[in-house]
């Protein structure tokens, strides 16, 4: 399959701390990635050198054409200071600069399979937490991309929406020729809905499929003992 880009041997300082190791890892078109790893890894250091806000000590990225980009961070701004409807703040997702791209979803399509409409009129602070991370991403998923970073998009979201959620991505990914590149420590998720998982602790520790992964390096049917997180 057709590589969007690939990370050759990219380290990452800050300061005196290496936060990324001679990380190489190619990203597949239409699939969905994951990305895991323990608290303090890197992850999130990965998903800003890959937008150009974190500067490359060595090594490269190579893309294999130009593309656009949207990001659902884990960390946004308190919903309780916002004084937008969930419609509105949605909508915000359509204001971008990516003119290339198509949305992964359009606005209304969006509400309906998020099941937002019936809260559309409500302000963002009064909605549960649940809701407004099904909001995060509606609002990511309107934007035009063609890869789509998202960090922790099944938080706080139940296991009946957690699925709806992920055969929206595997369809979003396979009938819409979209890509995903996800920060996620759902293994429930991970195991049924992602093609591919990179275990990083600083460098690659792993990279093959979610079962392929947890079977050598996780221990998948006692992960208490997460050896992984230690080397």
């Not at 990452?12 to 890894?41: C, D, M, W, Y």
């Not at 559309?120 to 909605?127: G, N, R």
């Not at 922790?152 to 595997?170: A, I, K, T, Y």
């Amino acid at each position: 399959m057709s590589s969007l880009l690939e990370f050759k041997n990219v380290s990452v300082r800050r300061g005196s701390e290496v936060v990324l190791e001679s990380v190489s890892f190619k990203l597949t078109l239409h699939q969905i990635i994951g990305l895991t790893g323990p608290n303090g890894a890197g992850k999130t250091t990965l998903f800003e050198t890959l937008m150009g806000l974190c500067p490359i000590t060595s090594g490269e990225i190579e893309w294999a054409k130009p593309i656009e980009m949207a990001y659902l961070p884990q960390q946004v701004m308190p919903k309780k200071i916002m004084p937008l409807t969930v419609e509105d703040f949605v909508k915000m997702g359509t204001w971008g600069i990516n003119k290339k791209s198509s949305p992964a979803l359009g606005f209304e399509d969006a509400l309906k399979v998020l099941e937002l409409r019936s809260i559309s009129k409500k302000l963002v602070s009064e909605i549960s937490g649940g809701e407004w991370r099904r909001a995060l991403l509606a609002r990511s998923l309107v934007q035009r991309a063609d890869l789509y970073l998202l960090d922790e998009p099944f938080n706080q979201l139940d296991l009946q929406m957690e699925s709806r959620v992920g055969q929206l991505l595997q369809d979003l990914s396979r009938s819409h020729h979209k890509t995903f590149f996800i920060i996620s420590h759902d293994w429930h998720a991970m195991d049924h809905y992602f093609d591919r998982l990179l275990l990083l602790n600083k460098r690659i520790i792993a990279d093959g499929s979610v079962r392929e992964v947890s079977d050598v390096h996780m221990n998948w049917k006692a992960p208490e003992h997460h050896e992984w997180m230690h080397l």
